[in-house]
């Protein structure tokens, strides 16, 4: 490890590996990248925990248009990531599946799919009657419309895409190290230096805060507030006694549950009642959830599922943004050389292709050349102007 370095991104994770290889992969960059990753195995991180889906079925264009860039990444990432021996990746689109019960929800599913249908989405609005036609195996007592898209939406290898970024960073000369950043110094408007728990002090052009659910506390360290958060997810894979005879969408119940097709077995999640913030480190189970609503919902909307047996099951933390649930991305207006890749709230896998291009476009070039993310940029959080998302999972 040197003295000093271009670029310090503090977390190795998925936003690390992309930001960094995607730095590294540019022409126009010849500087060097440090990688602080406090725990390489990767246990704990958002990123061992995602269920790993891509899906266009956002309701603010901007989000369309970055999952859209990261269905056409993964579709063709041996190409474009440049890496001749990397592996094809697959998409598996079955597709997500929004239910609505309430006329008011029918109409902002609908509304929704105008703006999706409008960027090139296939998207359909369904009835009651289209949706029991190609999924017979729904109850659809209560429901009354239903979005679903299967081009390019649905499944894909996200550990593979995480594992060759960071593959090729490390062949491009980044430097990863297992340290944890605790201080930084900041004189005025940048950030000189950061302070690692094993005593070194790394003088530092940029800092790209790419650290998950703890990206408030790295904030924090350059005087900067971020308002995201840890909280708790619940995934639960489970086998059906009498299997589907189809796959099924990532169905999104109105209950909040959400289930699909994971291989020969089903997966489901929900969102937690009581849903707090949490410490960086607490991972308990509520075993409660599955009883007392995942699987009363996902049993009442397919009633095959009224027989299952769970054989896995597993909480992460969602890096939540508390103003609107959306990724918080680019440079601090005061402390120009400080870099967000944060509180993407669930969303943060699908995102990560155009995302970790748009950062690098930054650095290298002072402005975003493939898609603005500007809208999403930290101002809006000093302005208390959130980006109004309707399809938050």
Same mark, same amino acid.
């Given at each position: 490890?040197?003295?000093?370095?271009? @670029?310090?991104?503090?977390?190795? /994770?998925?936003?690390?590996?992309?930001?960094?290889?995607?730095? *590294?992969?540019?022409?126009?960059?010849?500087?060097?990248?440090?990688? $602080?990753?406090?725990?390489?195995?990767?246990?704990?991180?958002?990123?061992?925990?995602?269920?790993?889906?891509?899906?266009?079925?956002?309701?603010?264009?901007?989000?369309?248009?970055?999952?859209?860039?990261? *269905?056409?990444?993964?579709?063709?990432?041996?190409?474009?990531?440049?890496?001749?021996?990397?592996? *094809? %990746?697959?998409?598996?689109?079955?597709?997500?599946?929004?239910? /609505?019960?309430?006329?008011?929800?029918?109409?902002?599913? !609908?509304?929704?799919?105008?703006?999706?249908?409008?960027?090139?989405?296939?998207?359909?609005?369904?009835?009651?009657?289209?949706?029991?036609?190609?999924?017979?195996?729904?109850?659809?007592?209560?429901?009354?419309?239903?979005?679903?898209? &299967?081009?390019?939406?649905?499944?894909?290898?996200?550990?593979?895409?995480? =594992?060759?970024?960071?593959?090729?960073?490390?062949?491009?000369?980044? &430097?990863? $190290?297992?340290?944890?950043? #605790?201080?930084?110094?900041?004189?005025?408007?940048? $950030?000189?230096?950061?302070?690692?728990?094993?005593?070194?002090?790394?003088?530092?052009?940029?800092?790209?805060?790419?650290?998950? +659910?703890?990206?408030?506390?790295?904030?924090?360290?350059?005087?900067? &507030?971020?308002? $995201?958060?840890?909280? !708790?997810?619940?995934?639960?894979?489970?086998?059906?006694?009498?299997?589907?005879?189809?796959?099924?969408?990532?169905? #999104? =119940?109105?209950?909040? @549950?959400?289930?699909?097709?994971?291989?020969?077995?089903?997966?489901?999640?929900? &969102?937690?009642?009581?849903?707090?913030?949490?410490?960086?480190?607490?991972?308990?189970?509520?075993?409660?959830?599955?009883?007392?609503?995942?699987?009363?919902? #996902? *049993?009442?909307?397919?009633?095959?599922?009224?027989?299952?047996?769970?054989?896995?099951?597993?909480?992460?933390?969602?890096?939540?943004?508390?103003?609107?649930?959306?990724? @918080?991305?680019?440079?601090? +207006?005061?402390?120009?050389?400080?870099?967000?890749?944060?509180?993407?709230?669930?969303?943060?896998?699908?995102?990560? +292709?155009?995302?970790?291009?748009?950062?690098?476009?930054?650095? @290298?070039?002072?402005?975003?050349?493939?898609?603005? %993310?500007?809208?999403?940029?930290?101002?809006?959080?000093?302005?208390?102007?959130?980006?109004?998302?309707?399809?938050?999972?």
């Amino acid at each position: 490890m040197n003295a000093a370095y271009d @670029v310090v991104i503090v977390g190795g /994770a998925i936003y690390g590996s992309s930001v960094a290889f995607h730095l *590294a992969s540019d022409p126009d960059f010849d500087g060097s990248i440090l990688v $602080v990753e406090r725990d390489p195995s990767y246990q704990f991180a958002s990123t061992s925990h995602t269920n790993s889906c891509i899906r266009q079925q956002f309701s603010d264009p901007l989000n369309v248009r970055i999952s859209q860039y990261g *269905a056409d990444y993964i579709l063709n990432f041996r190409e474009r990531s440049g890496m001749a021996d990397a592996p *094809a %990746l697959r998409l598996h689109s079955f597709g997500y599946m929004y239910l /609505a019960d309430t006329p008011t929800f029918a109409a902002a599913l !609908k509304a929704s799919q105008q703006v999706q249908a409008s960027l090139g989405a296939g998207t359909r609005h369904m009835t009651p009657d289209q949706i029991a036609a190609a999924y017979p195996f729904y109850d659809l007592d209560g429901i009354i419309a239903g979005n679903h898209n &299967t081009l390019n939406e649905g499944y894909f290898d996200g550990g593979t895409l995480f =594992d060759w970024w960071k593959r090729g960073a490390k062949r491009a000369g980044v &430097t990863f $190290v297992t340290d944890e950043v #605790i201080g930084m110094t900041r004189d005025g408007d940048r $950030v000189t230096a950061v302070l690692l728990q094993g005593g070194a002090e790394v003088a530092c052009g940029w800092v790209v805060n790419a650290s998950g +659910p703890r990206g408030a506390r790295t904030a924090a360290m350059a005087g900067i &507030t971020l308002p $995201v958060e840890p909280r !708790k997810r619940y995934t639960f894979v489970f086998q059906a006694e009498v299997p589907l005879d189809r796959d099924l969408p990532l169905t #999104i =119940d109105p209950s909040g @549950v959400h289930m699909r097709t994971d291989g020969k077995y089903y997966m489901a999640g929900a &969102t937690p009642d009581h849903d707090p913030a949490v410490a960086f480190d607490d991972f308990g189970f509520d075993h409660a959830i599955w009883e007392d609503k995942v699987w009363p919902a #996902i *049993a009442t909307r397919i009633p095959a599922f009224e027989r299952v047996k769970v054989i896995n099951e597993w909480v992460g933390h969602y890096a939540y943004n508390t103003l609107d649930q959306n990724a @918080v991305v680019g440079p601090h +207006p005061e402390v120009a050389n400080f870099i967000f890749v944060n509180g993407f709230s669930g969303h943060g896998l699908q995102q990560s +292709p155009a995302l970790g291009r748009g950062m690098s476009e930054w650095i @290298v070039h002072g402005a975003y050349r493939t898609l603005d %993310l500007s809208p999403l940029g930290y101002g809006r959080i000093t302005a208390n102007r959130p980006v109004i998302e309707k399809a938050i999972i």
